[in-house]
């Protein structure tokens, strides 16, 4: 090991760090080495990396036009020019597959950016303050969480037109409940404890002691939650997408990509199912890494 | 400084607290014992503004006490909690535990500050930047004494402040307690079980049980045995008993 | 002459760090018989991993390394998990500091002492819900009915030790190790808690090993103490001699608490002496 990597390793790992930012970063750092003692969470974190380069990245990776039609060669099998064979229209399946992740994985962080800080905000507010407005923030939050998230999502997009924007609409709007909720009981416990009275003793205001203090220690759980969640929030899209209700054709979205092509899949399987694998391993590594992110941050700091 | 007359206050809806009076002088500290149970605590809290569900006349330097209490309040009077551990808050290190209240009245200046209270308290500047699971239990406690003293208060709350700590720890937080108290002229409110810690560190002893405080006496009186109420006398012959050669 | 219960030659337990292994207990040996034993010592000074690793109840990643030691003659070190099951509550017994955490928060109290008595003796559910009503009513509980139905949390910090106590003590054993079982209650409990064991163990003619960090206190109710000072053994007395301890560490224990009877202006502080660590 370099000497200069070496030094970076003690600095963060000194017990008497000297700023505020050496302290944080050690911190971080040895919930980075736990977490990459984990196998199967790193895996998880090297696919998704892999996932949101790739499609990043599309453009100069993709070999073709993913809209780029050649009926000549329409269903052809994988080859060297096709790593994943063409469609029903002739177009590469392996850059749709890219110009498609980044639909899907677009749709889910932007689902995500929406939906946890409201969820949070709302769930820390209801739990610290107790009483009407408890009470009025969990009835409004129970309604959306009552509606299955699927059919929610159908009637809304079917209401407005059918794309991607209403289809993130969609799913935010049933997606944000549970964040509320956990939120909402963390805050309660912390709220009875002795650093929150010590805080309520500097005169701080509620919105200083919520946002400042409590947040802070409702993260972990949410980000957890929120890995876990990305992993149903591809599957809904997918479906969404499946029905038609998502991105509109020629949009190479993973969940349309299965829904044109189903009827090839006995003869022509790659064509549908290849884009199926592709939600498949999204999924799971999301669930790998919200798992791996779970066991480092949550008994730790419990 | 500290004025309580006829305190009733209402805990978890039971009657936590039964007609309670007493004064402290400025500079000078106040015991209340008693068993778990007996309302100590509660009365302590009901002071600091963290119960609202009172009824009585509770007074601060003269100043009559609402139910809420104003910031300036937090500025003069501070508490400083039983368990090291859960009064500090996990995730901030020592260094933003202790700037807090600096952030939310206002105060500049907060490097010097923070150096002269990690002095003041016998704290090394190497534990700055640690966070309290990386403290030992008379560390944290120290910490939260420290934090206490942030805004330069005149009264400070002591709930049980070294029930949780080792007797040599306890020691050395009692000493530093006084010290502190005889530097800035701070006046105490004590709160705990054992009675040779309070008589150790206040002249005056409220002692109180099911929620009503049965008697008052000074620490002298009380070393001497001259106590009026069977309740006393027991607390004072267990601690006697059991204490070391 | 008593029989020899607990026999511990040279142990040292050390766990694995980043730097190597540290020791928590060094080359600590002690025996005790039908008596009442102390073992005192500020945090982290290896009290509680010696009392528990009679009955090899250690973390997993310990590292334990001894001459001997053998309760009742059977070497524990070597015993199989079967054999130490045989001891672990039946024979021993193991009371900790805080009953909140020790109890089974969703079963009633007296459902838990039946149930720790019918793990040890056969018989039926019945006789083992008569044994804990006898159990709760020897633990000085004076109405054993409503206590053996009621949930952990509805008992006081006191109430739910005799609780602990009457399950540790209905599989009759010969030894019970408390580690630091008052430590979260106030005096006047702490006291009836104490004497409750005192008189018990002389009952049942068992042994005690109680673990505390309050030296004046442990040797009220102890017959013997033994004072420990990061990991090892600094000095070990009979409780009736602890005004004669000779330990600077004893000794700074001793000093360092606020008494009624004699009032010091401050407070002597522990000095630490880098020597005690030799």
């Known amino acids: 090991m370099s000497s200069a990597a070496v030094s970076l390793r003690d600095w963060l790992l000194t017990d008497t760090p000297a700023s505020q930012s050496q302290a944080a970063w050690g911190r971080r750092y040895r919930l980075w080495r736990d977490f990459r003692a984990n196998p199967l969470a790193m895996g998880g974190l090297i696919v998704v990396t892999i996932l949101v380069l790739a499609a990043g990245a599309a453009p100069l990776l993709a070999r073709a036009d993913p809209s780029a039609q050649d009926l000549a060669n329409r269903l052809a099998a994988p080859s060297a020019a096709h790593w994943f064979g063409t469609d029903e229209l002739g177009r590469d399946v392996f850059s749709r597959l890219l110009y498609g992740g980044r639909i899907t994985l677009g749709m889910v962080i932007a689902v995500v950016l929406m939906v946890a800080p409201v969820g949070l905000a709302i769930g820390c507010v209801a739990g610290y303050a107790g009483g009407v407005l408890d009470r009025v923030l969990m009835r409004v939050t129970d309604v959306f969480l009552a509606f299955p998230r699927l059919i929610l999502a159908l009637a809304f997009v079917a209401a407005i037109k059918p794309g991607v924007s209403s289809a993130i609409f969609a799913i935010a709007l049933t997606a944000w409940p549970p964040y509320a909720r956990l939120a909402r009981a963390e805050t309660m416990t912390i709220r009875g404890t002795d650093f929150i009275a010590a805080t309520r003793l500097t005169g701080a205001s509620a919105t200083r002691i919520v946002f400042l203090h409590i947040t802070p220690l409702c993260l972990p759980s949410l980000v957890v939650r929120v890995t876990l969640d990305m992993s149903s929030i591809i599957l809904t899209a997918a479906s969404l997408g499946f029905l038609g209700m998502g991105a509109q054709p020629p949009s190479p979205e993973w969940g349309a990509m299965i829904a044109t092509a189903r009827r090839f899949i006995l003869e022509q399987w790659w064509v549908p ?19 791996g992110l779970r066991d480092v941050l949550d008994p730790k700091q419990r | 400084m500290i004025e309580v007359t006829g305190l009733h206050v209402r805990f978890e ?233 | 002459m ?231 053994i600094v000095e070990e007395l009979r409780a009736s001699d602890l005004a004669s301890a000779q330990h600077p560490y004893t000794r700074g224990l001793l000093d360092c608490m606020p008494t009624l009877t004699k009032p010091k202006p401050r407070l002597p502080v522990m000095v630490r002496d880098p020597a005690w660590l030799a």
């Open chain 1, 273 to 291: 199912t290849i884009p199926g694998i592709a939600i498949f391993v999204a999924s799971l590594a999301f669930n790998l890494l919200g798992d």
């Open chain 2, 13 to 245: 809806g039971v009657h936590a607290v039964n007609d309670v009076s007493f004064a402290v002088p400025r500079g000078s500290s106040f015991g209340i014992v008693g068993e778990s149970g007996s309302g100590k605590s509660t009365v302590l809290r009901a002071f600091s503004g963290l119960n609202p569900d009172w009824t009585g006349t509770m007074r601060l330097a003269g100043m009559t006490l609402g139910r809420q209490r104003e910031k300036q309040f937090f500025r003069r009077v501070q508490m400083v909690f039983q368990d090291p551990y859960g009064s500090l808050h996990p995730r901030q290190t020592v260094d933003r535990a202790l700037s807090e209240p600096l952030l939310v009245h206002g105060i500049g200046d907060i490097e010097a500050r923070i150096l002269r209270a990690l002095a003041e308290v016998a704290l090394p500047p190497s534990v700055r930047f640690r966070y309290p699971h990386e403290l030992s239990g008379g560390q944290r406690q120290r910490v939260a004494i420290a934090r206490a003293l942030m805004a330069e208060p005149e009264v400070l709350l002591l709930d049980e402040p070294t029930s949780a700590l080792d007797v040599s720890v306890q020691a050395e937080v009692l000493n530093l307690l006084a010290d502190l108290q005889q530097r800035r002229g701070l006046t105490y409110l004590m709160v705990s079980h054992n009675l040779a810690v309070v008589a150790h560190l206040c002249p005056m002893i409220g002692v109180m049980l099911g929620g009503e405080m049965v008697e008052q006496l000074s620490a002298d009186d009380l070393r001497n045995n001259r106590i009026a109420h069977p309740h006393t006398a027991a607390l004072r012959a267990l601690s006697t008993e059991l204490e070391g050669p």
């Open chain 3, 2 to 232: 008593s029989a020899v219960l607990v026999d511990i030659a040279n142990l040292s337990i050390a766990f694995p760090t980043r730097q190597g292994l540290s020791l928590a207990v060094r080359e600590v040996s002690l025996t005790l018989g039908v008596e009442k034993l102390g073992i005192v010592g500020e945090s982290g000074s290896g009290k509680s991993l010696t009392a528990r690793s009679i009955l090899r109840l250690l973390p997993p990643n310990a590292v334990v390394t001894a001459e001997r030691i053998s309760f009742d003659g059977i070497d524990v070190m070597r015993a199989g998990e079967t054999e130490l099951r045989a001891i672990r509550g039946r024979r021993a017994g193991l009371i900790l500091q805080d009953p909140k955490f020790s109890l089974n928060p969703v079963m009633t109290a007296g459902d838990q002492i039946a149930e720790a008595w019918r793990a040890h003796r056969k018989g039926t559910w019945r006789q083992a819900r008569q044994a804990a009503l006898d159990l709760l009513a020897q633990v000085q509980i004076r109405d054993p009915g409503r206590v053996a139905g009621s949930y952990p949390h509805e008992l006081s910090g006191g109430m739910g030790q005799r609780v602990m106590i009457a399950m540790m003590l209905a599989p009759d054993p010969e030894l019970l190790i408390a580690d630091e079982p008052t430590s979260a209650l106030d005096a006047t409990v702490q006291a009836e808690i104490l004497r409750l064991l005192e008189d018990l163990v002389s009952r049942r003619g068992m042994g005690l090993i109680l673990i505390s960090h309050d030296l004046p206190l442990v040797s009220h109710f102890c017959d013997r103490v033994v004072v420990m000072y990061a990991g090892r």
